[in-house]
């Protein structure tokens, strides 16, 4: 098992029901998501045998904010 932590920049965050979306979204694939509202950053851990980060990006644009 090898953890990876990412810091994605995150468009469109602007209130914590945005930030518990994409946290909630996040859950099953990422050990550890942190969201930084003022920043507009996400920053995630996950294991690489259990998520990649094309995964990660897709379920938070599935919540209707831009990985950028
Ligand atoms: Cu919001």
């Not at 990422?30 to 980060?53: F, M, P, Q, W």
């Amino acid at each position: 098992m090898r953890m990876i932590k990412e810091t994605l920049r995150v468009e469109g965050m602007s209130c914590n029901h945005c930030a518990n979306a994409v946290t909630g979204a996040l859950k099953d694939l990422a050990a550890e998501a942190t969201v930084d509202l003022k920043a507009g950053t996400v920053t995630v851990a996950y294991d690489e045998s259990r998520a990649n980060i094309e995964q990660i990006k897709a379920a938070i644009e599935e919540q209707g904010y831009d990985v950028i």
